[in-house]
């Protein structure tokens, strides 16, 4: 009985210490720390990056909003109503974007859900697979 009861102590116990905030979200000093421009985005037939997107910066803030400066060149379609917010799910292997119109009633506009293929301190590459086997990957470089 003791012996029993010994074995479950120790699993309890390795479990538990397998299960640490740090080893879930290692990928959220590296997201935080950096500001990441836009360098590429593809879709299943290649490169579908707009001039007008590759001045895109996007940081990430630990309050869990996302501040996006569109840059200089801007594209047709004008973003500036709309908020964000990000949070890790899948153990912080991806993120989950939502966007919301601020000039209206706050309403949900889109959630994105992004897994992260490569996150360091140069380096993010996400993708995104959405309805209809749309398929996306957008690679950044940090600033």
């Known amino acids: 009985m003791r012996y029993s009861h010994f074995l479950y102590t120790i699993s309890l116990i390795l479990f538990l210490s397998s299960c640490t905030k740090d080893a879930d979200y290692s990928n959220y000093n590296l997201l935080i720390e950096k500001s990441w421009m836009l360098v590429k985005a593809e879709d299943e037939n290649g490169e579908i990056t707009e001039d007008c997107e590759k001045d895109n910066v996007f940081i990430f ?4 909003t996302v501040d996006i400066d569109y840059g200089n060149t801007t594209c047709d379609v004008d973003y500036s109503g709309y908020d964000a917010e990000w949070t890790f799910k899948n153990r912080g292997n ?3 974007i939502t966007y919301w119109n601020r000039n209206g009633a706050n309403s ?3 959630h994105q ?3 992260i293929e490569r996150l360091n301190e140069n380096e993010l590459i996400l993708n995104y697979d959405g309805k209809a086997n749309e398929h996306l990957r957008k690679t950044f470089t940090a600033i």
Do not use: C, G, Q
């Open 61 to 64: 803030n630990s309050n869990n």
């Open 94 to 96: 991806t993120i989950r």
């Open 108 to 110: 949900i506009f889109l």
């Open 113 to 115: 859900f992004w897994k």
